[in-house]
């Protein structure tokens, strides 16, 4: 049986937290930021939890991270 791959887009995308959830960075912060507002923009910063309908796939496209 040969080794799986790890898809390279989605590890550059997600990181593992110590407890084994997956930690994205949001969309929608790299252009007409303009109209967006201060409050918006910041919270955009942060890092979230990937959800849970999502993860099972997530994990099975990066097995070794």
């Known amino acids: ?3 799986m791959k790890t ?11 110590g407890t084994g959830k997956l930690k994205r960075n ?3 912060k ?5 109209k967006k507002s201060p409050k918006t923009k910041r ?3 942060q890092a979230v939890v990937t959800d ?8 099975k496209i990066l097995p070794y991270i």
Not at 7 to 17: D, E, I, L
Not at 30 to 34: C, G
């Open 26 to 28: 949001k969309a929608y």
């Open 7 to 17: 898809n390279r887009s989605a590890a550059k995308r997600f990181k593992v937290t």
């Open 52 to 59: 849970s309908t999502n993860e099972k796939v997530m994990k």
């Open 43 to 45: 919270n955009l910063r």
């Open 30 to 34: 790299r252009h007409i930021l303009t």
């Open 1 to 3: 049986m040969p080794k």
